[in-house]
């Protein structure tokens, strides 16, 4: 049984985020910057995070001329355009929050590359006519120039480069998003998984286990913000399907010489490649096997790092005799049908938010403000 100083003072909250990845703890610090004395905490399964978070590629991007292109065709253009803006919304916050040096951010710009004609690059004018109002200069440019420079493979048929692209570390990142959520009063408790939720109109009740004990928590809101895992814990018609996709990636040793700079996409951004501190990342490879990847499971297969490495030898590294790769991981995506996140109220009281479609560095902290507004108080 519980003391009495458990349940109200240790068990009991204004909001409850459930999932300490970019998407949860925006949430808490947007909250908490709004209301200062309410009680705030966010409960994270992992002893360290545990999500996409900590294992994606470090991309702070708006979406690749070929991207952007494809959304057009998918959602229209109007959507398609405020989808970017609520990407660079999103960025705007991030670095407003964080600045640069602590989150390792390089504003070098990103590339697109392609190894074949693609119809995206007779778009390029009508795209950037698009995004006029947002970027206020031409957002995409023709830098076939740039292949020699970056010592890319003579495949590359065409370069697309934006200087309103960078790349950052994702797990400095983190840290300083939990610092400053800390900083505003937010309580982070890791180690603890929710393992239900129950909601009426007035209060959500739901256990969470940690290692020593479960405890009942007492709240007024939750945000449910574990990715592709918030079918575990709620489900409502008011949830668009959630698709789960992983992202296997791979880090080479230190190259000498490397002039790759910024970020790169290619294949509509099923690949992604980078420097990182004189290596180079590369991730994607998930269109080979879509319905393999279509996983929660955080192992990296095989197949997918054979490619990624045919890929890095063939077109990243064309002249490089022999790469040692350091490091390997994979982790979670959550995408919808029509690539538009989501911030829904799934139940009274609880609102789920996913659906970065691969972007959760630009759009995280736009959800948490969304959050935030539609929390009660
Ligand atoms: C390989 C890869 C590369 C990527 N590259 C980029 C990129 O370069 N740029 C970009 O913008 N985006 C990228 N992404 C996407 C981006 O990482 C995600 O969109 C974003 O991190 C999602 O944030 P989130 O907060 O929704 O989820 P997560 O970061 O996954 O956070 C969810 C958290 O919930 C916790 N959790 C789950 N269940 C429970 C529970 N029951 N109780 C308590 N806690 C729980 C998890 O441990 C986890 O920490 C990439 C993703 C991957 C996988």
Same mark, same amino acid.
């Given at each position: 049984m519980r003391s009495y100083w458990d349940t109200t003072a240790w068990q009991a909250y204004d909001l409850v985020v459930i999932g300490g990845g970019i998407i949860g703890i925006s949430t808490a610090i947007s909250y908490a910057e709004r209301h200062p004395d309410h009680r705030v905490v966010v409960l994270e399964r992992g002893h360290v995070p545990f999500g996409a978070t900590t294992r994606n590629a470090g991309f702070a991007c708006f979406g690749s001329l070929s991207e952007i292109a494809h959304d057009i065709d998918l959602m229209g253009v109007d959507a398609a355009h405020d989808l970017v803006r609520m990407r660079l919304d999103g960025l705007r916050i991030l670095m407003q929050r964080c600045g640069t040096e602590s989150i390792a951010y390089n504003h070098d710009g990103g590339s697109e590359i392609f190894l074949e004609d693609h119809p995206a690059l007779r778009r390029i004018d009508d795209v950037n006519a698009v995004l006029r109002d947002i970027i206020n200069e031409n957002a995409f440019q023709q830098r076939n120039d740039l292949r020699a420079a970056y010592g890319l493979s003579h495949d590359v048929v065409a370069l697309i480069h934006t200087s309103h692209e960078g790349t950052l570390h994702s797990g400095k990142m983190l840290r300083r998003l939990w610092k400053l959520a800390a900083e505003r009063g937010v309580e982070i408790r890791t180690g603890s998984t929710v393992t239900s939720i129950t909601s009426n109109n007035s209060s959500v009740r739901m256990q969470c286990a940690s290692v020593q004990q479960t405890v009942d928590i007492v709240c007024s809101n939750v945000v449910v913000a574990t990715n592709a895992m918030i079918p575990s814990l709620v489900q409502s018609p008011a949830i668009p399907p959630i698709l789960p996709g992983r992202g296997q990636v791979l880090v080479t040793e230190p190259i000498p010489g490397l002039s790759l700079r910024g970020s790169f996409h290619m294949d509509e951004g099923y690949y992604y490649f980078r420097e990182l501190d004189g290596r180079v990342l590369l991730g994607g490879g998930r269109n080979i096997d879509i319905d393999g990847e279509a996983? /929660?499971?955080h192992d990296t297969t095989q197949r997918i790092q054979d490619v990624l490495e045919h890929v890095l030898r063939t =077109?990243? /590294?064309?002249?490089?005799?022999s790469i040692n790769i350091e490091h390997r991981w994979a982790g979670t995506m959550a995408f919808t049908e029509n690539k538009q996140p989501v911030v829904a =109220?799934?139940?009274?009281r609880v609102i789920v938010a996913f659906g970065c479609n691969g972007m959760g560095i630009a759009l995280g902290s736009a959800l948490g403000e969304q959050c935030a507004d539609l929390l009660h108080t």
């Open positions: 996983t /929660l499971s =077109v990243i /590294l064309p002249h490089q005799p =109220v799934a139940e009274p």
